[in-house]
């Protein structure tokens, strides 16, 4: 993998952020921004996506929308494991 980008800083809403592990290792677990600022983040998440509001004909409610109802789903202390699952079925790539 290349090194983390940090250029782009956690100003809006939507944005995708990949999340390290502990010892820095690059793992599977990333973070949506829910709030307009997240400096907390800025050069210690490296943001790779954002979420976008174009929704699919067949799937009503997506991007943000969906994503605030995801952010109301109930979680177990003291890992914030959601309690009923939470899964991404189809995403796709951005190209710049």
């Not at 100003?11 to 690059?26: E, F, Q, W």
Request: net charge neutral; glycine share 12%; charged share 30%.
């Amino acid at each position: 993998f290349a090194p983390d980008n940090y250029k782009i800083k956690h100003t809006k809403k939507g944005l995708v952020s990949a999340v390290r592990g502990v010892n820095g290792d690059i793992d599977s677990r990333f973070f949506v921004q829910t709030e307009s600022d997240a400096g907390w983040a800025d050069n210690r998440y490296a943001v790779f996506g954002i979420v976008l509001n174009e929704g699919d004909e067949d799937r009503k409610g997506g991007g943000m929308e969906l994503v605030r109802k995801i952010s109301k789903v109930d979680v177990k202390p003291p890992q914030n494991v959601p309690k009923d699952p939470v899964m991404i079925v189809g995403c796709g790539l951005v190209q710049e």
